[in-house]
């Protein structure tokens, strides 16, 4: 069960930090702050990438930056849903489990069983229950599909070398992808900002990195339709950061019916 130790630690590194950076992510935009922390990552992330390092097929490579091209892109189909419904549009987007349920079984072969389904139905539940808002959101729901597509190219060739260099070059693409996106009409200027922002949020990128490498070794390791809904217990931890860090206890009784929903949920999938 090593692997659920990695999926739960991802998802609580993850929560932890991205805590606070709604003011950043404001301030800097949605894709020059996300080039900044991902070129953070690769750098902690590439010493290890090197130091493991072996031989690749021409597949490890296209799935590999495919992967990280997918997940940038999910970042900006997120923010442009968070435009006009961030709460709708970041329930719909952490439906992925639920999609990955069913590909990972028809593309990968995984197992389906009832009570894996059964959990996954609650997580998804739970997460809909905290966050949902009752307005339907494309961009939330473009969102889990993306990210749907990128687990899966990510899972079909992670087993063929080690997954912190798969960690590390996916990340390099969508660092790079964001990067492209985020010049505008000054590309010195935006760059120079990024590459500098790099530096002020160490502490962000530190998390973010410790929140991916838990999360590749626990897909290296695992299902993919098992690990998944485990990483949602971030939402959990989230929920509770927003009640007991930032003070945020408006209807803290009803989301936390929704949080109940998740760990019910996950208690199914780690037991089946």
């Not at 997918?70 to 439906?95: P, Q």
């Not at 760059?191 to 973010?208: E, Q, T």
């Amino acid at each position: 069960m090593t692997w659920a130790l990695y999926a739960l630690g991802s998802g609580v590194f993850n929560a932890l930090w991205t805590a606070r950076i709604k003011p950043k992510v404001q301030k800097e935009g949605p894709l020059p702050f996300t080039a900044s922390v991902r070129w953070g990552v690769v750098l902690l992330l590439l010493p290890l990438a090197v130091l493991h390092w072996q031989p690749v097929s021409f597949q490890w490579w296209l799935f590999t930056l495919a992967s990280g091209i997918l997940e940038s892109l999910s970042v900006w189909t997120l923010a442009m849903g968070a435009r006009k419904d961030y709460y709708s549009s970041y329930a719909l987007s952490n439906i992925t489990p639920l999609f990955l349920f069913f590909a990972a079984h028809y593309y990968l072969g995984e197992a389906m069983t009832v009570p894996l389904g059964t959990g996954i139905g609650l997580v998804v539940a739970g997460v809909l229950w905290l966050y949902y808002r009752g307005h339907w959101s494309w961009w939330g729901f473009l969102t889990a599909v993306i990210g749907t597509f990128c687990s899966l190219f990510s899972k079909k060739v992670i087993g063929q070398a080690d997954p912190i260099a798969h960690a590390c070059v996916s990340f390099a693409m969508g660092a790079l992808f964001c990067t492209l996106f985020s010049i505008g009409k000054s590309p010195v200027k935006e760059v120079s900002k990024i590459m500098w922002n790099i530096w002020s949020h160490r502490y962000l990128a530190v998390g973010s990195a410790l929140a991916t490498w838990f999360f590749y070794m626990a897909m290296f390791l695992a299902p993919l339709n098992r690990m998944s809904p485990l990483v949602r217990i971030n939402m959990v931890v989230g929920f509770l950061m927003s009640v007991f860090y930032l003070k945020e206890s408006h209807d803290w009784k009803g989301r936390g019916f929704g949080a109940i929903l998740i760990l019910l949920g996950l208690i199914l999938v780690l037991v089946q």
